[in-house]
C-alpha cells in the first residue's frame, strides 16, 4: 500500500525526527510508522506503548 | 479516497419534489449542471444533501418543514454514491407526522446488500465529514462570507481535518490515557504509606486539571464574546457612518477625511516597517549603542580565546574521579566526555566568534536613523489623532442637530470600546507568558494558563514519581512533544501551500482587484496592495476568495470529494463569472452546480463548449409537481418566472 503521507507531512516528520539527534534510529522509524499509521487512524495501545518505551530520556528533573 | 456522487432521490419533499430521481452514473458525469428555478427545492436539496453526508440530526421542526403538503405523512431522499468504487446509499427517511427522521445504509460489503438503520460510512469518511467540513463541498454563498469572517475557525479546522493531521491529536490523547493506566496499574500495587502519596499527588493533579479546564473554558467565553463585540461593533460603525451619510455635507466631509486617513494609514505602515528594520541594527539605534558595540568588539579582540582549551579541559575532566557537578566519573561517562569533547568549541566556532569580533569592531551605521523614524511616526500617530477627532466632530454635529439615534449609537460604540479595552485585558491576564506581565498582572497558577500548565506538570511529575512511573511519564511527553512538532510544522508548510495557491488563483480569477489572502489563522485574512488588511469586501470578492480557496485546498487533498455547488455565479459580475467558469471546473474530478437561468450568461454557457457536461432541468407543471429534463437544448432554452422558495 502507497504511504499516506503527503510532502508537508513526510518534510516534516523528517525534519523534526533528524532534529532528535538523542533518540535512537529505531525509535524515529518507530514514530514515523506509528505517525503514518495514526493518520489513518489504524493504531493499537500496543504499538503506542513499544514506541513510548523506545524513548530515550533524562530522568534527572527540578523538584 | 475517491468519493463520487452518482445520483439521489426525492419522494414527498417540498419544493413539489413528490417523486424526482436525479441520475449522474451514465457519462457524461464530471461536471452536472441542474438548473431549478427559486421555489423547486434547490435550498432544501442542498440541505438534504448535507445532511446525508454528515448524519446531522435534523430538529422536530426541520423534519416538519421538509413535507411536500399538510397532509403528507411521510417522505424519503435516499444519495446513492460510490466511495473508493463500491457502491454506498444512504436513505434519510422522514416521518412528519411524528417529525422524526432516521438513516439507512446500503452497502456493498454487507453480504445481504439490504438496507441497515443508521449511516455506515467507511470510519475515516465518518470523521471528515463532520457538519462544518460537509459544508466546504456542499457549498453555498452564504459560507463564502463565513471563510473570511473573523471569528470563524473553519478555514484553518478544515486543513487539518482534511490532511488528517486532528488525527495525530488523537495520537497524543491516546498516549495520555496509556500514561493513566499505566498510573493506575502501579498506585493499586503500592504499599499503605506510599498509596497515601499517590492519593495526594494524584487529588492535587486532578484540582489543576480542573482548574485548567475552567481557564480554557473562560478563554473560550471571553474571545467568543470578543467576537460578538467586534462584529456588533462593525454593525454599530456602518450604522454610524450612514447616519452622517444623510447630511451632504458631512458626508463629503467625511468621505475628505477617509481619504486622509488612508493617505495615513500608508504612511504609518511604511514607518513602521522602516522602524522595524532599524531596530533589527542595533547600532542605528541609538549613538550610544553603536560606541558599546566598537567597545565590546575591541574586548573580544584583546581577550583572543585560545582554540585547544576546550579540549584539554574535557581531556583533564575525563581523568578525574568527580565530576565538576560532583558526581562520579564512571567509565562509561569518561568515554562519554572523550567522545563528545571535540564537539565543543571547535574550530568553526572560533571562526564565527572572530567573525563576531570582526562585525563588532566595525559597527557602522546611521546611529540617528532611529530616532527620526521615531520622530515621523509620532507625528503621524498625531495625524492620526486629529483625523479622528474630526470624524468625531463630524457626529458631534450632528448629534448637535437633534439626531438621537446617532446619539446612542455612539454611546453603544463607546461602551464597546470600553468592554473590548477590559475583555482585552482579562484575556491577557489569562493567557499571557512573558513573566514581567504575568508579575504586572498579579497572575498565578490559579488565573493564567501557561502558569497553570507549569502546574500540572509539576503534579504530573510528582505523580509520576510517587507511583514510580516518572520514566514512562517522560518517555510519553517526549513522544507527544515530537508529534505536536510535527503536526504544527505540516499545518504550517500546508496552510502556506494552500495560502499560495489560493492567491495563485485569485489573480486568475479577479486580476484587477489586487485581492490576496495575507494570512489563513482561523479565517481567512485579506490584504490589498493599498492597505496592509482588507476588510470591506464585496459579495462577489468574497465568492471569489472563497473558490480560489476551497479549490486549493480540496485539489490536492488525500480525500477526492465532489464539489457541490448552489448558484456559483449569482454574485459575480459577467467578466468574473467567465473566469470563474473556466477556472474552476478543472480542478474538480466531478463537480454540480445547482443554477438559475440569469446564471446561464456567463457562466453556464462557459461549460457549452466542453465535453463530458451533463444538463438538467427541474421545474413545476401545473399541478404544482416537480418534474425533470436531462439535455442541453432544453436547459438553453428553458424560461420560467423565478419565484421565492
Keep these: 500500500m502507497a504511504s499516506p503521507l503527503y510532502p508537508e507531512l513526510e518534510n516534516a516528520i523528517t525534519e523534526i525526527l533528524s532534529s532528535a539527534n538523542d533518540q535512537t534510529r529505531e525509535f524515529r522509524q518507530r514514530l514515523r510508522k506509528l505517525i503514518e499509521n495514526a493518520t489513518l487512524g489504524n493504531f493499537t495501545d500496543d504499538d503506542v506503548r513499544e514506541v513510548i518505551e523506545l524513548a530515550v530520556v533524562d530522568e534527572e528533573f527540578e523538584d | 479516497m475517491d468519493l463520487r456522487v452518482l445520483g439521489w432521490r426525492y419522494e414527498n419533499i417540498r419544493g413539489g419534489l413528490r417523486d424526482v430521481s436525479i441520475s449522474l452514473d451514465s457519462s457524461p458525469g464530471r461536471w452536472t449542471l441542474i438548473q431549478m428555478p427559486n421555489g423547486t427545492g434547490k435550498t432544501t436539496t442542498m440541505s438534504l444533501l448535507r445532511a446525508v453526508f454528515s448524519g446531522e440530526a435534523l430538529t422536530p421542526q426541520e423534519v416538519y418543514d421538509l413535507r411536500a403538503t399538510d397532509i403528507t405523512e411521510t417522505g424519503l431522499f435516499e444519495l446513492r454514491m460510490s466511495i473508493n468504487n ?48 460537509t459544508r466546504l463541498f456542499v457549498f453555498d454563498g452564504e459560507l463564502a462570507k463565513e471563510i473570511r469572517t473573523v471569528g470563524k475557525d473553519r478555514a484553518a479546522n478544515a486543513i487539518r481535518i482534511l490532511y488528517r493531521l486532528d488525527q495525530l491529536d488523537m495520537l497524543n490523547v491516546k498516549v495520555d490515557r496509556l500514561v493513566e493506566e499505566q498510573q493506575q496499574r502501579s498506585a493499586a500495587i503500592s504499599t499503605a504509606t506510599e498509596r497515601k502519596g499517590v492519593t495526594r499527588w494524584k487529588r492535587q493533579y486532578e484540582t489543576v486539571i480542573t482548574r485548567r479546564t475552567a481557564l480554557w473554558a ?19 460603525v456602518a450604522l454610524i457612518s450612514g447616519r452622517i451619510d444623510q447630511d451632504e455635507a458631512l458626508r463629503k466631509r467625511k468621505e475628505q477625511l477617509e481619504r486622509e486617513r488612508q493617505t495615513i494609514d500608508l ?134 442637530a437633534g439626531d438621537t439615534e446617532l446619539e446612542n449609537l455612539r454611546h453603544e460604540n463607546q461602551q464597546l470600546e470600553r468592554d473590548l479595552d477590559t475583555n482585552a485585558q482579562k484575556i491577557e491576564k ?81 486580476p484587477s482587484e489586487s485581492l490576496s489572502v495575507s494570512r489563513i489563522a482561523g479565517a481567512l485574512e485579506l490584504e490589498s496592495r493599498q492597505l496592509s488588511s482588507k476588510t470591506g469586501v464585496s459579495e462577489g470578492q468574497s465568492l471569489a476568495v472563497a473558490y480560489a480557496f476551497l479549490t486549493s485546498l480540496l485539489t490536492e487533498a488525500p480525500y477526492k470529494l465532489p464539489f457541490i455547488v448552489d448558484s456559483p455565479a449569482v454574485s459575480l459580475d459577467t467578466a468574473v463569472r467567465r473566469d470563474v ?59 420560467q418566472r423565478e419565484g421565492a422558495e
Design chain 2, 86 to 133: 463500491k457502491p454506498f446509499r444512504i436513505q434519510l427517511r422522514l416521518d412528519f407526522k411524528n417529525r422524526t427522521h432516521q438513516y439507512w445504509t446500503a452497502r456493498s460489503e454487507v453480504r445481504s446488500g439490504g438496507l441497515e438503520e443508521g449511516l455506515s460510512l467507511p470510519p475515516e469518511l465518518k470523521r471528515l465529514l463532520s457538519r462544518d467540513f
Design chain 2, 218 to 236: 473562560e478563554q473560550k467565553e471571553l474571545q467568543k464574546r470578543r467576537k460578538e463585540m467586534e462584529s456588533r461593533r462593525i454593525t454599530v
Design chain 2, 267 to 400: 504612511s504609518l505602515l511604511e514607518a513602521t516597517h522602516q522602524g522595524m528594520s532599524s531596530l533589527r541594527v542595533p547600532a542605528k539605534i541609538h549613538p550610544g549603542i553603536q560606541q558599546r558595540l566598537v567597545a565590546l568588539g575591541g574586548k573580544l579582540t584583546h581577550l583572543k580565546l585560545p582554540k585547544t582549551i576546550s579540549v584539554e579541559f574535557f581531556k583533564e575532566l575525563a581523568e578525574q574521579h568527580d565530576c565538576v557537578c560532583g558526581r562520579p566519573v564512571t567509565e562509561p561517562i569518561k568515554r562519554a566526555i572523550l567522545e563528545r569533547a571535540e564537539n565543543y568549541l571547535a574550530e568553526d566556532q572560533i571562526l564565527v566568534i572572530n567573525q563576531m569580533k570582526a562585525a563588532l569592531r566595525e559597527s557602522s551605521a546611521d546611529s540617528e536613523e532611529f530616532t527620526r523614524v521615531a520622530t515621523q511616526l509620532a507625528s503621524i500617530l498625531r495625524q492620526l489623532r486629529l483625523n479622528k477627532m474630526a470624524h468625531d466632530q463630524l457626529e458631534l454635529e450632528r448629534v448637535e
Design chain 2, 430 to 510: 489569562l493567557t499571557t507568558r512573558d513573566p514581567a506581565r504575568q508579575r504586572a498582572l498579579s497572575a498565578s497558577s490559579e488565573n493564567n494558563i501557561p502558569l497553570c500548565d507549569i502546574e500540572v506538570k509539576r503534579c504530573q511529575e510528582k505523580l509520576a514519581t510517587a507511583t514510580d512511573t516518572l520514566r514512562f511519564v517522560l518517555q510519553s511527553e517526549c513522544v507527544k512533544s515530537l508529534v505536536s512538532k510535527i503536526s504544527g510544522l505540516a499545518q504550517l508548510r500546508l496552510t502556506e501551500r494552500v495560502r499560495i495557491a489560493t492567491n495563485e488563483k485569485l489573480a486568475q480569477i479577479v
Design chain 2, 581 to 639: 467558469g473556466d477556472l474552476i471546473p478543472e480542478l474538480f474530478d466531478q463537480m454540480i452546480m445547482f443554477v438559475i437561468s440569469s446564471e446561464r450568461e456567463g457562466f453556464a454557457d462557459a461549460f457549452y463548449q466542453r465535453e463530458g457536461v451533463r444538463y438538467i432541468t427541474l421545474w413545476r407543471d401545473g399541478k404544482d409537481v416537480t418534474q425533470a429534463r436531462d439535455g442541453l437544448e432544453y436547459f438553453r432554452s428553458f424560461h
